[in-house]
């Protein structure tokens, strides 16, 4: 949410000082505006980090403009689709008719199949009660090459439970499948590791220096 913090701070409390700024209302509630662009890394950029991959984000008009956007400036509009929900999608309830039909039809028009299909579903789906299984079923049987992985662009304030940051990356790792262990491989790394007395841990989103 975007809401201005500078200049003169009115008695109606919708402009508030850093220095007035306290845990853990800094602002009074009030008429909140979206900005068109959040931050440096964003669902879409994380997504992106899965080569091959390709984003589709199922969700209204409105909500696509953040996520286009990000998509224009990382210059991989050709790894992105969007699926708009509708008014009428709403009122005839035909939500998971709209996300099988949107994806197939967006696949079938792609070049080649992507290996993996990143589906963000939105916080409508939710309210509208939307069987996203019958959705990924249908696909999955549809498309037996291609691996769906169900994202949430998922705004709805949480109490408890995952972050929608950590939802996201637990996603993204759940179509790792496990392979066979090689013990002596294993134990050679083990070795390596307790030789050089560190570990390197590799999944933030900052470039490792590797000079």
Not at 110 to 126: D, E, N, R
Request: net charge negative; with cysteine; glycine share 6%.
């Amino acid at each position: 949410m975007l809401i201005n913090v500078s200049g003169h701070v009115d008695e109606a409390g919708t402009c508030t000082l850093i220095k007035d700024a306290a845990f853990p209302e800094p602002f009074v509630s009030g008429l909140q505006y979206n900005a068109p662009a959040r931050g440096v890394w964003n669902i879409v950029h994380v997504g992106m980090l899965i080569p091959k991959s390709h984003q589709i984000y199922v969700c209204a008009a409105n909500c696509l403009r953040g996520v286009v956007l990000t998509a224009a400036e990382m210059g991989t509009l050709d790894r992105f689709s969007t699926i708009a929900v509708q008014e009428n999608n709403v009122l005839e309830g035909d939500m998971e008719e709209l996300i099988i039909e949107g994806v197939s039809d967006i696949l079938n028009k792609l070049p080649q199949k992507p290996p993996a299909v990143l589906i963000f579903t939105a916080c409508i789906h939710y309210f509208m009660g939307c069987d996203l299984e019958l959705v990924y079923t249908e696909l999955r049987k549809r498309y037996p090459d291609v691996t769906f992985m169900d994202c949430y662009m998922d705004p709805i304030m949480r109490k408890s439970g995952l972050t929608p940051d950590e939802k996201m990356k637990r996603q993204l790792y759940s179509i790792l499948q496990p392979m066979e262990i090689n013990k002596k491989a294993l134990i050679s790394l083990v070795t390596i590791f307790l030789r050089m007395k560190a570990v390197n841990l590799y999944g933030s989103f900052v470039k490792m220096d590797m000079n």
